[in-house]
Structures are given as structure tokens and as C-alpha cells.
């Protein structure tokens, strides 16, 4: 056996066997889950346009094949949301033929649908324990800690030098809007909070809370109050789960209370909620949903199709309004404009197992996996709350972060699944 595999083995309590190898595989997925924001690199191979991230994860597929092949094992693949997720594929690939423009349409359906879920299956074959689960979220953790640490640096700058009125979208760097920042950091902020609260080891519960700190702070530069809304949804539900939950969430309140004495925090949530402000976005939020459903009622069975939807609705928007949006900002419009009736049926029933399996890994499990299982819950809490008024999915590495966060609740019953297959040959 090569010492890199021997050691990594040893250290994340697995041994080379057919059921808990995956040592290569395992540390690929971390790095591709560290390489996250780096869809933002992009270059061509031939006439294929590709990223960073893209390229993470097909040598992380591709190691992963090498390594069944040379364990003989095949992969457990029969998990909670196996059905919806080839209904989503379908669904996607449907959503292709639907727009003008197919190739753009087939480059989202690669980026966002069959890249993010065929790493989701590595994952849950490659997690054999919570320390592995440990090591692909600390992947996350550093991706998230570097985009919200850059982005809050370029904003505490511009408010130190009076170069930013807070009413208007803050000033970004790695992604194209502060809203991104909060998007991506939230859903991690969850189960960063989870393992602080709940993982049995002193340490890691530590360096988890002081990740949920510094990145909690990076979501309150960002001044997306969609990332507010949900990152209050988050630490409610954390509260909730604790013996002190009364005291936490009082505590809670009186931190909310004060934040809102800052005048920067205080300005942006009050524009927010003063629908006569012409920096409200609610007003045009309101105005994109009825124009998304004017639209969907000439095509209410397919949507717009896959990058369809800005011209789809440019007869009945372009007209009376300079901005230019390409999802209707909205959970249930992003997938119904996107994928159809059939695919926003199968990303809800995937939401609904995941909802399942993550409330009853918790409520069974102990230890490390009902720290893991309570953090994935309030990561899809996050997700929901935060796509009543954004997009939490269709970006690259929002889908790849959803598919990896949702496997780390799908990982034990697969290793119970494998168990019991390998007792039964066994026997």
C-alpha cells in the first residue's frame, strides 16, 4: 500500500478495504471543495469552455473510478434521493432543448446538474466517517473563510474611507455581488455552528466556533439581507437544539438589538422595509415575480428553459427596466423558469429527503454524525429561507456546495447499506 494512503487511512479511522478506501478520492474531494470559488477561473479546452472548479472535480471522478476499479468495489448509489435526483437530471436535460441558445443551455446543465451530483456520489461512498466528513467540510470552510475574509476586507475598507453609502450594493471581490458572498456562506455557517455546539472533541468544536465567528461576521459586511434572514433562521435553530436553548435565544435577540444600533447595519434593513425607498429591493423583487409568472403562463409545463429565462421575459421587461436578471430570484421560480414543472417537482422532493433524513440522523445518531446531521438541516433551513428572495442554487459553486452538504446526510446509510451487503456475502 503507498505510505500517502497508509497514513491517510490511519488518521481518518479507515483501513484499504473495498467498504473504506477511498484515501486519494477522499482528499481530492476536499481540494475540489477548497477550489470552490474558483469557477471564477475559466479558460478554454479546444472549443470547451472550462474552470478550475470543473477540472477539481473531474479528477476527483476520475480518481475515484481508478480506485474502485483497484478495490473491486461498485458504488453505492442507491440512496434517498437517487429517484429525484435522475428525475432533476431528466428534467435538466429536457430544459436543455428548450431555450434558443442549446450550448449555453448544455453548459448549465454540466456546471449546475450532472457535475454537482456526480460528485455528491463520490462523496457519499468516499465520507466513511465523521472525520472524513470533517475533512470535506474543513475544504468548505477554507473556501468559504477566504471569499467572505476577502470580500469583508474590500468592504470595511470602503467604509473606513467613506467610499460606500450602504443603501447601495456593496462592492465585491471573487464573486459578482455581495449577495453571492452571503449564499455561499451561510449554508457552511450552519454546520460550522452544529459541530461548535455538538461534536465531541474540545478542539474541532473550538476551530468551529471560531469559523462561525469570522465568517459570520464576512455575512454582515456583505449587507445582503437575505443573508441576514437566513443566517438568524440558522442560529434560532441552533439555539433550539442546545439544554440552555431560552438563554441562547434571548442572547440572541439582545446581539440582534445591538447590531442594530450601528448605524451601516441599521440603514440597510431599514431601507429594506421603507417600500417608498428607491433602493427597496423588495418593490422590484415583487415586479421580477409577476413578470416570472406572466411569463410562466405561456409556458407553464417547461419554463424558460436552462439560461432562458432573461429572454424569455424580455418582451414584458426590457421595456420599462435597465436591470437585466436571468433568474427570477426566488426558489420556486428559479426551478420552475429553469427546469420546468417536472424539475421543480424533483428538487422538492429532494429537498423533502433531505428535510427526512437529516431530522432523523440527528434525532438517532450520536456523537460527530449527529453533529454533521443537525448541521445539514439547518443548511437546507438556510437554503429555503434565503430562496424566498435569491438564488441559492444555480451558481457553480452553490450547486457543488448543495450536493455536498446534502451527501453528508446520505453517507451513513450507505455505510449501514454496505455493512449489510458485506455480512451478507459473508454469510
Request: charge should be positive; proline fraction near 5%; glycine fraction near 8%.
Amino acid at each position: 500500500m503507498p505510505w500517502w494512503r497508509r497514513n491517510i487511512d490511519s488518521f481518518f479511522g479507515s483501513t484499504a478495504t473495498s467498504s473504506t478506501g477511498y484515501a486519494l478520492s477522499t482528499g481530492l474531494a476536499a481540494a475540489t471543495c477548497a477550489a470552490t470559488p474558483l469557477y471564477t477561473v475559466r479558460w478554454h479546452v479546444g472549443p470547451l469552455p472550462t474552470t478550475i472548479l470543473e477540472d477539481a472535480i473531474l479528477v476527483t471522478i476520475a480518481a475515484f473510478i481508478i480506485e474502485s476499479i483497484r478495490q473491486r468495489s461498485l458504488p453505492y448509489w442507491r440512496t434517498a434521493v437517487t429517484v429525484p435526483a435522475i428525475v432533476f437530471l431528466i428534467a435538466g436535460a429536457i430544459s436543455v432543448m428548450v431555450p434558443a441558445d442549446h450550448r449555453a443551455a448544455f453548459g448549465l446543465y454540466r456546471a449546475y446538474l450532472m457535475e454537482p451530483i456526480a460528485f455528491g456520489l463520490v462523496l457519499v461512498n468516499v465520507i466513511t466517517t465523521p472525520n472524513r466528513a470533517l475533512l470535506v467540510l474543513g475544504g468548505l470552510a477554507l473556501a468559504a473563510t477566504v471569499a467572505g475574509v476577502a470580500n469583508a476586507a474590500v468592504v470595511a475598507n470602503a467604509l473606513r474611507h467613506h467610499q460606500y453609502d450602504v443603501v447601495n450594493t456593496p462592492p465585491v471581490v471573487i464573486y459578482n455581488t455581495a449577495n453571492a458572498v452571503a449564499l455561499f456562506l451561510v449554508p457552511i455557517i450552519a454546520v460550522g455552528g452544529a459541530i461548535a455546539m455538538h461534536w465531541p472533541d474540545r478542539n474541532v468544536r473550538l476551530g468551529a466556533a471560531g469559523f462561525v465567528v469570522i465568517n459570520g461576521l464576512s455575512v454582515l459586511l456583505s449587507f445582503s439581507r437575505g443573508g441576514y434572514l437566513a443566517l438568524a433562521a440558522v442560529a434560532v435553530g441552533l439555539a433550539l437544539t442546545h439544554r440552555r436553548r431560552w438563554i441562547l435565544v434571548g442572547t440572541g435577540v439582545v446581539a440582534a438589538a445591538g447590531l442594530m444600533v450601528l448605524p451601516p447595519l441599521r440603514n440597510r434593513i431599514l431601507t429594506e422595509v421603507d417600500f417608498s425607498n428607491g433602493h427597496n429591493t423588495l418593490v422590484g423583487r415583487f415586479h421580477l415575480w409577476s413578470v416570472a409568472l406572466q411569463m410562466l403562463r405561456e409556458h407553464p409545463i417547461f419554463g424558460a428553459g436552462l439560461s432562458g429565462f432573461a429572454a424569455a421575459i424580455a418582451p414584458i421587461w426590457n421595456a420599462t427596466n435597465i436591470d437585466r436578471y436571468t433568474y427570477p430570484h426566488n426558489i420556486v421560480l428559479n426551478f420552475w423558469t429553469e427546469t420546468g414543472l417536472l424539475g421543480l417537482a424533483a428538487f422538492l422532493w429532494i429537498l423533502i429527503a433531505g428535510f427526512v433524513l437529516a431530522w432523523r440522523g440527528y434525532r438517532a445518531s450520536t456523537g460527530g454524525w449527529q453533529a454533521i446531521h443537525l448541521g445539514v438541516l439547518l443548511a437546507l433551513v438556510a437554503v429555503v429561507v434565503h430562496g424566498l428572495v435569491d438564488v441559492p442554487y444555480w451558481k457553480n459553486d452553490l450547486s457543488v456546495e448543495f450536493w455536498a452538504i446534502l451527501a453528508l446526510c446520505l453517507t451513513p446509510a450507505a455505510l449501514a447499506a454496505r455493512r449489510r451487503g458485506g455480512a451478507a456475502t459473508s454469510s
